[in-house]
């Protein structure tokens, strides 16, 4: 914009969001964690406990419009990458391993693909590059957005009210426990307005013009229908060094369903030479 009092052209940057986190560790390699969509840092306290106890600093992040970092009407992958790039200046990581869980694993491609000088070990749970189709997460919004939060009491009553729109009865627990009491009453810690509006970006593909050589870890659950064996090619297109595990009884919250074989999966990968 020109200033034609003083002739200056002054340059507008977009704000650098100050994520919440948690931090775990106190000496070794940073690792990032991402959450997946509607969830947050809290879903990974488990684990990252297990690895601030293994040796390495992690910081568990809540991503924009999540939990407790800032509700912004602007939601993408693109977004979310440049975040994590922020949150690394913020806190001066030259080099840290990244492990993302859905949408996170996406945050985390697109965060390698762009900075791989920055990226030690890649980590992706549970999801592959490709675009997923609209309408995955239907059943969960009319759920979320039939709970009449000014009349509950209980988050069992909001249990209640989300039973006629989402039967799975883990799903519910899980979106519930991103439902916190207020001195106010009830209101959700995500930003449903923005992630509602803008959830096709959020299920975009991840691409890139050229791979990178980053060493990288694919976990899928064996119960969980988000990565196909035809998905592997793909993922080899952007990274050449990937490894794939699959975890049996195991569905898409794998690091819920099975959290020992994830962390050992996990810490063998970063343990290699």
């Not at 200046?89 to 762009?114: E, T």
């Not at 899928?220 to 699959?246: C, H, M, N, W």
Request: net charge negative.
């Amino acid at each position: 914009m020109h200033d034609s009092a003083n002739g200056l052209m002054h340059v507008y940057l977009p704000l650098m969001l100050q994520l919440h986190f948690k931090r775990y560790g106190e000496t070794g390699t940073p690792l990032l964690i991402l959450h997946g969509f509607l969830g947050s840092l809290d879903n990974w306290h488990t684990l990252a406990t297990a690895l601030g106890e293994a040796g390495f600093v992690v910081f568990a992040i809540d991503q924009r419009n999540h939990g407790k970092s800032p509700h912004t009407r602007e939601h993408s992958l693109q977004l979310m990458a440049d975040d994590v790039k922020d949150f690394c200046q913020q806190q001066q990581l030259n080099s840290v391993i990244l492990l993302g869980h859905s949408m996170g694993g996406k945050v985390a491609m697109r965060f390698a693909l762009d900075h791989p000088e920055k990226v030690a070990r890649l980590i992706v749970a549970d999801i592959a590059p490709r675009a997923y189709k609209p309408g995955a997460h239907d059943e969960v919004f009319k759920a979320i957005f039939n709970v009449q939060l000014d009349k509950i009491a209980t988050r069992k009553e909001a249990e209640e009210q989300m039973k006629a729109w989402l039967g799975d009865f883990g799903t519910r627990q899980f979106i519930l426990k991103s439902l916190e009491r207020t001195e106010s009453g009830f209101k959700w810690k995500f930003n449903i307005e923005t992630l509602y509006r803008e959830y096709n970006q959020a299920i975009l593909a991840v691409e890139n013009d050229t791979p990178v050589n980053v060493p990288a870890l694919f976990i899928r659950g064996a119960l969980s229908l988000y990565v196909r064996e035809e998905d592997k090619s793909g993922i080899i297109q952007l990274f050449p060094q990937a490894q794939f595990e699959t975890i049996e009884n195991a569905g898409h919250w794998l690091h819920a369903d099975q959290p020992a074989l994830f962390l050992a999966k996990i810490l063998g990968f970063v343990k290699q030479q």
